[in-house]
């Protein structure tokens, strides 16, 4: 969605490739696996040696074809919510280096004061859930659950922030 680019032209350059069906296109849980039928059978035969299978698959399948169906276009609006964020990130001292921010994930060093674990903890006081995923970078994500309003509010408390 981010660059523009078809499915069908991603598929042309692996093997391989594996889609997640939740958080922006709002599948409950699973992924999608595809490949060659060799290769499928062979990821078939790794997940049964490893214990893996779903029984009642079907219900699931269900979730994952709405979600392909009906949710795809609408990840430019996690994409646009990730992109405000930063911003109202970027005004502030404390985000020192983030990576681009293409998709519905931002992931910035935190400074001046705060740790990943303060400034998630702060978040979190205030109802917004991140992740401290190093001594210094705190990951957020945006998805179907995310609503403009609710990215607004975040981007207020991010701009109230003060230690």
Not at 54 to 64: H, I, T
Request: with cysteine.
């Amino acid at each position: 969605m981010a660059t523009g680019q078809t499915p069908k032209a991603y598929g042309r350059l692996f093997d391989s490739i594996s889609v997640c069906l939740n958080k922006g296109l709002g599948c409950p849980m699973g992924s999608v696996l595809m490949g060659s039928a060799a290769y499928i059978q062979q990821a078939r035969r790794i997940r049964k040696k490893f214990g893996g299978g779903l029984r009642q698959a079907g219900y699931m399948a269900a979730c994952g074809i709405y979600a392909l169906e009906n949710n795809v276009d609408r990840l430019a609006d996690d994409h646009a919510n990730a992109k405000r964020i930063a911003r109202a990130l970027l005004k502030r001292d404390f985000t020192g280096h983030m990576l681009p921010v293409d998709t519905n994930i931002i992931i910035f060093d935190v400074q001046d004061g705060w740790t990943p674990l303060t400034f998630t903890e702060h978040l979190r006081q205030h109802g917004v859930l991140a992740s401290a995923i190093s001594p210094t970078q705190v990951r957020m994500v945006t998805h179907l659950d995310v609503t403009t309003e609710m990215t607004d509010r975040v981007c207020a408390i991010i701009a109230a922030m003060g230690l």
